[in-house]
Each structure stands twice: as structure tokens, then as C-alpha cells.
């Protein structure tokens, strides 16, 4: 069974709490089991994790690339300013889906730049939780159609 990591980035642990009006009500526990049954759904195993420090971020990606065929990533607000995070996807050689809850395009000027998404196979924003859910969707078809 093909294996999925969903990262979660800085500020994530909060959603449920933080800026609903922005984010949602929904934790990030709540968008983990939605991922995790949507996994079965697609026959696709989902592991997430979440941390707020960049570090940790890029050594989960790197470890990444001898358990998983590819990952879900929310970067959080390190989606403008890290070239290290850019870096460590280029590096891994996994697909990786950038997802965002809000529209990035709607809010501030400086989250209209992703400084990842580049490197990444596709990128969904906007629509909230099903930002991870079509994420899920679009991933688990590259992985098991690589020539889509």
C-alpha cells in the first residue's frame, strides 16, 4: 500500500483556535482523521505530523524518502520565506502537493509568494479543509499513475 506523509507547518497545532475566520473551526486533529479515512477511501496509507520549527520540518521530509511515495505539506507562513524547506523537496525526490486552507492570493501581499511551490507537483488553496482532502486526491493519483 502506497505510504503519504501530511506535514503540517508553524501555527497549525492552533487551527480550531487561531483566526477562525481565517483558518476554520476545525483542529488539526479533526483535518488528521478526515486525511486518515480518506487514505483508506483511496487505499493509501496517511501518517501526519506537524511541528513549528523549520529544522524539524526538513528532517521529516528527508526522512520521508525511504517510507513515503509522497506528501502533503501545508509550510504554514514558512511557505514565503524558506528556500531551505524549497531546498530539502528538491532534494527528497517525492512528489509533494502544497496545500493551504486560505487563499493566499486573497490576504496579505506577502503570502502571494511561495517560495515551495516551484518544486512542487501541484498546490491548492482556499477551499479550507478540502484544500487537504483534493491534495490527498491529487497525490494518491500520482503516485499510482505516474505517467498521468
Known sequence: MPSVLVLHGPNLNLLG????????????????????????????EVRCFQSNHEGVLIDTLHEARTWADGVVFNPGGYTHTSV?????????SLPVIEVHLSNLHAREEFRHTSMIS???????????????????????GIIKDPGH
Do not use: F
Open 84 to 92: 531551505a524547506l524549497r531546498d530539502a523537496i528538491s532534494a527528497i
Open 17 to 44: 483556535l487561531r483566526e477562525p475566520g481565517v483558518y476554520g473551526t476545525l483542529t488539526m486533529e479533526d483535518i488528521n482523521a478526515r486525511m486518515v479515512d480518506l487514505g483508506k477511501e483511496l487505499g493509501v
Open 118 to 140: 516551484a518544486v512542487c507537483a501541484g498546490t491548492i488553496s482556499g477551499l479550507g479543509v478540502q484544500s487537504y482532502l483534493l491534495g490527498l486526491r491529487g497525490l494518491a
